[in-house]
């Protein structure tokens, strides 16, 4: 049974443009109670994100237009921090532009829909381990970037790393 989640074609758009850039695959972790430390032990070039999906209020009685925040912890746990600070100017340059980011994204999900029995989905699993998402239209999508980020970084580690905090905003509703 597919699923509509929307932040994962945010996620798996943001991370198809970065790979260009960066070396190994940039992973996504949604936000749990998580150690670090321990988890970037598995990838040596340590550029991760953590996200947390929020609800808005609804401001219209139209109840099938959502809104919805995404809220991104970028890291870069060593070397320089260079890479992080490019993530978050593609974030930007990818996700601020209103309507014109939200087309560029939905036509990106256009070219990965399939059909399976009947329905058009998104699969981001395997052949043998799929993963069906219900596609989903975004109407606007914009970005802010939140002056907290001292906050997410640890100066009391013996390791250094570079911490950046931004907001994706965006409106959608589901394609039936």
């Known amino acids: 049974m597919a699923k509509t989640y929307p932040p994962i074609f945010i996620n798996k758009?943001?991370?198809?443009?970065?790979?260009?850039?960066?070396?190994?695959?940039f992973p996504f972790f949604?936000?749990?109670?998580?150690?670090i430390d321990a988890l970037t032990q598995s990838f040596p070039e340590g550029t991760f994100a953590v996200f947390d999906r929020m609800f808005k209020y609804r401001r219209t009685?139209?109840?099938?237009?959502?809104?919805?925040?995404?809220?991104y912890y970028f890291y870069k746990m060593q070397g320089d921090p260079e890479l992080l600070m490019e993530l978050s100017q593609m974030a930007y340059e990818l996700l601020d532009r209103e309507d014109e980011s939200a087309q560029e994204l939905n036509a990106w999900i256009a070219s990965k829909i399939v059909v399976v029995d009947g329905a058009e989905v998104v699969n981001f699993g395997t052949a043998n381990f799929p993963e069906?998402?219900?596609?989903?239209?975004?109407?606007?999508?914009?970005?802010?970037?939140?002056?907290?980020?001292?906050d997410i970084v640890d100066f009391g580690t013996a390791r250094t790393f570079a911490g950046n905090k931004i907001i994706i905003d965006y409106d959608y509703h589901q394609i039936v």
Not at 13 to 25: P, Q, V
Not at 30 to 35: F, I, Q, S
């Open 13 to 25: 758009y943001l991370a198809e443009n970065a790979s260009g850039r960066f070396e190994l695959a």
């Open 30 to 35: 949604p936000t749990l109670p998580t150690d």
């Open 61 to 71: 009685p139209f109840p099938h237009i959502k809104s919805e925040q995404l809220l």
């Open 132 to 150: 069906y998402f219900n596609p989903v239209f975004f109407h606007r999508i914009k970005m802010y970037q939140l002056e907290e980020t001292r």
